[in-house]
């Protein structure tokens, strides 16, 4: 039978980019995805704002809230100093299988947990399991109507603190009107949009990044 998408995009790295090498495997996955077959990853220009946004918070701990194929996993680690790790949630098995290729590609499995099951299951978990206080910085790009829940039970379960910066994709298109009503008029965000493009398109689309200010 045909081969995924995400398969496709693996074999584009695997034949483009140098092992460890991050910088190659995102400019391979971009090269594929804006010449050969379009496909949801954060992208350059967005992937542009998510890299200054890391460099900015500079975390020690990152929660990513849908993995895909791996590419901002990779954007993101490649940003992060020796002890500092992001834990990336994905909970369909054949994308994690090809993300996990590509994180190992990139030869930054070591700052990374990839965690095959559904945010929602999880996220009460982090603390016990993975010994998280509270996380730095969330990027949230899983399914949109998932935004707005996953943050309150992120807060719920005391992984946002003072200073925490969520930083969510496309709160344009395909859009998160719920999310964006809530972090933009809770007095405890402070938020702000960044404007830019759907993924190698010329759509508008933006990233919304809110700041925990504490209770
Ligand atoms: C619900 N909890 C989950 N837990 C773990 N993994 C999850 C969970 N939910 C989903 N996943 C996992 O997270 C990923 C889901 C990403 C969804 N992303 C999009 O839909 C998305 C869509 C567009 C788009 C824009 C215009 C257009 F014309 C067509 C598409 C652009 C984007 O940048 C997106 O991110 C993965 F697929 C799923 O298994
Ligand atoms: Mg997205």
Known sequence: ???????????????KATVGDPQSVITAIDHFCRHREWAMNVGDEKGSILDSVVNEVSPVTVLELGTYCGYSTVRIARLLPPGA???????????????RQVIKWSGLEDKVQLVEGASGDWIPWMKEHFGVQAFDLVFLDHWKERYLPDTKLLEEC???????????????????????????????????YYRSHLEY????DGLEKSVFLGY
């Open 1 to 15: 039978t045909r081969t995924s998408r995400p398969q496709r995009i693996l074999k584009a790295v695997q034949t």
């Open 85 to 99: 790790c992001v834990i990336t949630l994905e909970f369909n098995p054949d994308y994690a299988a090809i993300a």
């Open 158 to 192: 005391g992984l946002i603190q003072k200073g925490t910066v969520l930083l969510a994709d496309n709160v344009i298109c395909p859009g998160t009107p719920d999310y964006l009503e809530y972090v933009r008029n809770s007095p405890h965000y402070n938020s702000q």
């Open 201 to 204: 398109t010329k759509a508008e």
